[in-house]
């Protein structure tokens, strides 16, 4: 059952008074010491969480929330400096564990999701693997019932087909599968408390809806919680209380009544105003006339696509099915469905990236296929990709991934500075990520890298596959004023890629729904979001957060 916001203070409440906190932490500061300067990354936080609680700090990208997670941890790394006035887990000092002592404290006592699912994971091992190192690390299963435990787990996180999937390698899993993996893993140990770093960024609302559940339950039984999110509609349907940072200090703290809805702070009232609404597109009288496009010739055209990909087993998956649409100069178009539906490898198809196993793509007339052919097509399409981390070369610093689409294509070196000063301003980056390497920034800096990289050749149509996944609600909303507005001014076509629907009813003009590599519902999308008619569509509407306060 779950417990309504004006509820929760006086279960809260009540733990308190029945025992003694998971975690105490008083006066924390972490410090990073630099060849150049030293970052003061966490400034005098107090935090307390007991048994069955959950607490969420939210902020934007470099606020501390993930470092502050990470400290709790032991996870801070070298070069860490970490000094606080009381610093317990589990009524032991902290100030004084050795990582042997730390090695026993994670997964046991304290269960970690972190944000990037890809780095987390070892690519050299297979997801079975990954989920059964806690188990047989503490040693609370018997060898010979690790995989149907594990198997189990899987399927707790809305993994489809766990056996199979258990035997995959990162690499072949979409970010919302490999995040399920990540949260497996975490529970795995039923440990006291869970530290959740954007648990649900990388999930499409329905697994989103049943992870949030998970936690819930857990909650329920005892579990304490920490989550670290961007996402304020999800943080109002499980939080106890809220604390908001803003460059590494905290500027709020209370209820999720009091800070959701009476912000004192004027920053905790800036992320507010951010999050993304289910109504209508408030840019949708700013779009072309969608009654004289059906006389245009289509920008893109894909005609009866299909692919397939060899599943474990030597079987063959489809992953898209018989695939028809255009794509309008000037339009916007948005494609949802649940991880494994299809759309990143239609995104993919789309870009001449992935050869169709049937049916074709052109581009204003033009098929992919020619080496010739290609290469001028691809300055006019430019990607986003869902993971910034696996798409940079990591020995490049930030100038030189942003740069190098101007040198490749022939830009003189004066246009390029003035270029590649117009994109940080137009993504909100400061000109001092320039000399840093993508290891260095946080997910939502990697994640408008990428965007500014894609902006860099003023394509005629962006395919963004998860753009904003990784960003908080306020760079959020600037990234999506950004698309809309290079939208209007230059007609570029968008091809929204997400599992955000709220995200994608503010910005698209046009939908599709996929399912099983199959497209089961498209239109105008104030009528499929607002009306839709398949099932399934019906589905992900009511799957889809709402930022909730008092109930309402």
Request: glycine letters at 8%; hydrophobic letters at 40%; one cysteine or more.
């Amino acid at each position: 059952m779950s417990l309504s916001i004006l509820e929760r203070p006086r279960i809260q409440e009540a733990r308190g008074q029945a025992g003694q906190p998971l975690v105490e932490v008083r006066d924390l500061n972490v410090r990073f010491a630099g060849s150049r300067r030293t970052i003061h990354a966490v400034r005098g936080i107090d935090l307390t969480i007991y048994p069955g609680e959950v607490v969420a700090i939210v902020g934007e990208s470099g606020s501390g929330k993930s470092v502050t997670a990470r400290t709790l941890a032991g996870l801070t790394g070298d070069g860490s400096q970490i000094d606080a006035a009381e610093f317990t887990i589990g009524g032991k000092n902290a100030l004084e564990f050795k990582e042997r002592q730390w090695r026993a404290v994670r997964g046991r006592q304290i269960g970690l999701v972190l944000q990037d699912a890809l780095v987390s994971l070892d690519p050299l091992r297979r997801i079975e693997q990954e989920v059964a190192e806690p188990l047989t690390t503490h040693g609370l299963v018997k060898r010979r019932d690790v995989r149907a435990r594990v198997n189990s787990l899987l399927g707790e996180v809305g993994m489809d087909d766990p056996e199979i999937r258990g035997k995959q390698y990162p690499n072949e899993l979409s970010g919302g599968l490999r995040q399920r993996a990540l949260i497996a893993s975490a529970i795995a140990a039923d440990p006291q408390l869970i530290i959740a770093d954007e648990p649900t960024t990388a999930l499409d609302v329905t697994v989103q809806a049943q992870v949030i559940e998970l936690l819930k339950a857990r909650r329920d039984a005892g579990t304490a919680l920490l989550i670290i999110s961007h996402d304020l509609a999800v943080v109002s349907s499980i939080a106890d209380r809220i604390l908001v940072m803003n460059n590494g200090e905290l500027v709020e703290q209370g209820s999720v009544e009091q800070v959701l809805g009476r912000p004192q702070n004027a920053y905790t009232k800036m992320l507010i105003a951010a999050v993304p609404s289910r109504d209508a597109n408030p840019w949708s009288e700013l779009s072309g006339d969608q009654q004289t496009r059906s006389s245009d010739a289509p920008l893109i055209q894909a005609s009866g696509l299909s692919k397939a990909f060899k599943a474990p087993g030597g079987k063959r998956r489809l992953a898209v099915r018989d695939v028809d649409f255009q794509l309008y100069h000037g339009d916007k178009l948005g494609i949802v469905g649940e991880s494994g539906s299809g759309k990143s490898t239609l995104a993919r198809l789309l870009l001449g990236l992935t050869e169709p196993d049937a049916g074709e793509v052109s581009v204003d007339g033009h098929r992919w296929g020619g080496s010739r052919v290609d290469r001028e097509l691809r300055q006019r399409i430019q990607f986003v990709a869902q993971d910034p981390t696996g798409s940079f070369d990591p020995r490049y610093t930030v100038e030189e991934i942003i740069r190098e689409p101007l040198r490749l294509a022939g830009v003189s070196r004066e246009e390029q500075e003035a270029r590649i000063a117009e994109l940080l301003e137009l993504t909100a980056l400061g000109p001092d990520v320039l000399s840093a390497h993508p290891r260095e920034l946080s997910g939502g800096q990697r994640q408008r890298v990428s965007i500014a990289r894609a902006l860099a050749l003023r394509p005629e149509v962006l395919v963004c596959d998860e753009p904003v996944s990784a960003l908080d609600v306020s760079v959020q909303a600037q990234i999506l004023n950004l698309l809309n507005d290079l939208s209007r001014r230059t007609g570029t076509s968008l091809i929204f890629i997400s599992h955000d629907l709220a995200v994608v009813h503010q910005l698209v003009d046009r939908v599709i729904v996929m399912k099983d590599g199959r497209i089961v519902e498209s239109g105008p999308v104030d009528a499929v979001f607002e009306t839709p008619g398949h099932p399934y569509t019906q589905k992900l509407m009511a799957a889809i957060p709402r930022l909730s306060v008092n109930g309402k």
